[in-house]
């Protein structure tokens, strides 16, 4: 049985990736169906590589949608707690990246439906990452609906194709086509009317 509280441990930075036949999967040589075996049987060195490789991904996404660096952390913890849960129930049909997703997308709602507060910005934005989100920005998305600035989020600043930002909220490729249009549409609108250049 493997310690979920020691492998779930918050890392905002990669660690060095551990170069060995037990540990390197997907861009080495163990497949990804080897990797999600060695998960599935809780070995402690694909825990570990699972937890330095993911966390700062979810991190920059989870720091999108919660107003505080302690509320990203506790959530981040969450989030991998629960995919170290319902890891026996991944089949592997979809992406990784897709399932892990998909569980901090429920710890998002889950947060909010607890707080009932409506979302404040924070005081800083964490400005790492593929892009940069200005403070115009974060507040022109969080004008959105939910729907379209999840879909936004996971498609322009975590760098999702659109058939992975449909699976993650479950919707059909079309119907995330459109959400994305019409979420880009309302954003450019949005930033329009606050008088702010792109």
Same mark, same amino acid.
């Given at each position: 049985?493997?310690?979920?509280?020691?492998?779930? @441990?918050v890392n905002r930075r990669p660690a060095p990736i551990i170069e060995d036949e037990k540990t390197t999967h997907l861009a080495g040589r163990r497949s990804?169906?080897?990797?999600?075996? *060695? *998960?599935?049987? %809780? =070995?402690?060195?694909?825990?570990?590589?699972?937890?330095?490789?993911?966390?700062?991904?979810?991190?920059? &996404? /989870?720091?999108?949608?919660?107003?505080? #660096?302690? =509320?990203?952390?506790?959530? /981040?913890?969450?989030?991998?707690?629960?995919?170290?849960?319902?890891? +026996?129930? $991944? =089949? +592997?049909? @979809?992406?990784?990246? #897709?399932?892990? &997703?998909?569980?901090?997308?429920?710890?998002?709602?889950? $947060?909010?439906?607890?707080?009932?507060?409506?979302?404040?910005?924070?005081?800083t934005i964490s400005t790492s990452g593929p892009t940069s989100m200005g403070i115009e920005l974060q507040e022109a998305l969080n004008e959105l609906p =939910? #729907?379209?600035?999840?879909?936004?989020?996971?498609? &322009?600043?975590? +760098?999702? %194709?659109?058939?992975?930002?449909?699976?993650?909220? +479950?919707?059909? &490729?079309?119907?995330?086509?459109? *959400?994305?249009?019409? %979420?880009?549409?309302? *954003?450019? @609108?949005? /930033?329009?009317?606050?008088?702010?250049?792109?």
């Amino acid at each position: 049985m493997i310690n979920i509280r020691k492998k779930v @441990a918050v890392n905002r930075r990669p660690a060095p990736i551990i170069e060995d036949e037990k540990t390197t999967h997907l861009a080495g040589r163990r497949s990804s169906d080897d990797f999600l075996h *060695l *998960l599935k049987n %809780g =070995d402690e060195a694909a825990w570990q590589q699972l937890t330095n490789e993911w966390s700062p991904r979810l991190y920059r &996404y /989870l720091r999108c949608n919660l107003p505080s #660096t302690e =509320d990203v952390e506790d959530v /981040l913890s969450d989030t991998m707690i629960a995919t170290v849960q319902a890891i +026996g129930n $991944f =089949d +592997g049909n @979809a992406a990784i990246s #897709t399932f892990i &997703y998909s569980i901090a997308k429920r710890k998002v709602a889950d $947060f909010w439906r607890k707080r009932k507060e409506v979302f404040e910005l924070p005081e800083t934005i964490s400005t790492s990452g593929p892009t940069s989100m200005g403070i115009e920005l974060q507040e022109a998305l969080n004008e959105l609906p =939910d #729907t379209s600035r999840q879909a936004l989020i996971l498609r &322009y600043y975590v +760098g999702m %194709g659109v058939d992975e930002v449909a699976e993650v909220l +479950g919707k059909s &490729y079309k119907a995330t086509e459109s *959400l994305l249009s019409r %979420g880009r549409s309302r *954003l450019q @609108a949005v /930033l329009k009317d606050a008088d702010i250049k792109e």
